[in-house]
């Protein structure tokens, strides 16, 4: 079975803060591991996924993940919070890079204070 | 390039009625998964359709049912509404192989809200 846990379901940072976002999995086989952002009344947006190739992955909007296998962690960061990222953050998991069969975390939702 | 495009956006139906909910994936894609997703939890992975069969399903009753045409669109149908059935519902487009490889790429409808009262 795989989980996934996101720490912390409101994270509030002022423009220009680092931005941190925790996610922890839970997976008897090797993990893929996505990160998606969601903006009201619209659909999920992938920032970025991790499929067993390099352990820090690069996403869209400068949002970078580093996979921690003996930490069992995927946290999503950004040096650089812009008044534009606040939205609801997921980490989600899946076998096989069957993205489409997917266990979601409850999500983040990211406020960014002027 | 049209995205994933769903309908209705908006539906409010009451306890025991019946709900069908469409999708057309992305252009060029010919996996279609859909997902709830309750108020303040992720979404939940209900059953994904290829080549118009469903290849895998999540836990999900018998009540949600689905169906996949030959242009790939598909169709999620909800018998007997509980009210425990008030959700987002996502469609999610994908290839079921890409280069090689299944397809890791999802993208998202903007979802129909139902409403069940």
């Known amino acids: 079975a795989q989980s996934v846990t996101q720490l912390g379901s409101h994270v509030s940072v002022s423009e220009g803060a680092l931005v941190l976002l925790r996610c922890n999995y839970s997976?008897?086989?090797?993990?893929?591991l996505f990160w998606y952002v969601q903006y009201p009344n619209q659909g999920l947006q992938l920032l970025l996924k991790y499929t067993s190739a390099a352990t820090l992955v690069k996403g869209i909007n400068g949002f970078e993940a580093e996979f921690k296998k003996s930490e069992t962690s995927f946290h999503l960061t950004k040096p650089s919070a812009h008044m534009s990222d606040a939205a609801e953050y997921f980490c989600a998991v899946s076998y096989n890079t069957n993205a489409g069969k997917s266990t979601f975390g409850d999500g983040t939702t990211l406020t960014v204070k002027p | 390039d049209a995205g994933v495009t769903q309908s209705p956006t908006h539906l409010i139906k009451t306890r025991g009625q019946q709900v069908t909910l469409r999708c057309s994936p992305k252009?060029?894609?010919?996996?279609v998964s859909w997902y709830q997703q309750a108020l303040g939890q992720g979404p939940q992975f209900i059953f994904q359709?290829?080549?118009?069969?469903?290849?895998q399903r999540g836990n999900f009753p018998d009540r949600f049912s689905g169906h996949q045409f030959p242009n790939y669109s598909s169709e999620l149908n909800v018998n007997a509404l509980l009210l425990g059935d008030s959700a987002l519902y996502l469609c999610?487009?994908?290839?079921?192989?890409?280069?090689?490889?299944?397809?890791?790429?999802?993208?998202f409808g903007s979802g129909t809200q139902l409403s069940v009262l």
């Open positions: 252009s060029g894609h010919d996996t």
């Open positions: 999610a487009s994908s290839l079921f192989w890409d280069r090689g490889r299944r397809g890791e790429k999802l993208f």
């Open positions: 359709y290829y080549e118009e069969e469903e290849r």
């Open positions: 997976s008897s086989v090797p993990p893929y």
